[in-house]
């Protein structure tokens, strides 16, 4: 095989509870992570080493992380192959909608494939580990409850579809930022969002158990956030919350027409805006 494409679709968190810090400095966390039909494209194609265009204008080559994920996965499998990694990116970056973190678990699964190196999910979750705490869920994607560090998965099954509203203000919100602004007050037990799992489990989505604990953070950090959510909330979303640690929040709607009018006032305002929906897990 000399090429292999897949789609890095974007996520967000229907739940995302931190219940504290760890002697590491990450955050531990309870999570319920839902995949979207927004994908970036990742191509892989035989090369004698790894070598790829850095995704994004201006990022380092060291810094990007779908071409940090080939030299990984090389160095993990002791393999000498090589590829050429390009990224077709429509997912914005820097926005809470785990963009790089996909682009780099869609390139683990699609090395494995090109070098015909078989690697079973157990060990393709420890590299995407390396890589960075959403990246083991995007290696499979869909549904799925995520604990720890956001490394230790439970898949559930889909969860009910919806119709999705991503608005992204016009400033990015690096990660870490967002976690050193929350407070320990601002931290909670996770039950909340246990509870929105088993929910999902039984093939519920009640709106009332989604959650993100960052949001407070985010906000002291970009006011602009909280007025998206309100337009959003205005608009009928149900509920409306932030993806990630922002700066995308996103509204969830039964409805396309609703969803659609929710768009034109998202554009309205001068925001990206993007109208989605879920996706389901890719098949291995
Ligand atoms: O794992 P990742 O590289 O995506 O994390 C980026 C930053 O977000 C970390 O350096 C850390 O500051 C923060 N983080 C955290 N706890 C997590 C995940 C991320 O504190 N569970």
Redesign the pocket.
Known sequence: MRRVTRAAPAKVNLGLQITGRRPD?????VSVMQTLELADEVSVESAPTVSGRPSLPGLAAEDDLALRAAHLLRGALGVTFGAHVSVDKRIPAAAGLGGG?SDAAAVLMALNRLWGTNVDRERLLQVAAEL???VPFLVRGGTALATG??EHLRDLPPAPMRHVVLVRPDIALA??DV??ELRPSEWSDGSQTRALADAIADGCLPADLLSNDLTAAAIRLAPVVGEILDELRAAGAQPALMAG?GATCFGLFGDISTAEQAVARGQAAGHWTHLTRFRAAAEA
Do not use: Q
């Open positions: 400095g990450y955050h531990e966390l973190s960075g705490s959403d560090r956001g990660t870490a976690y050193a640690s």
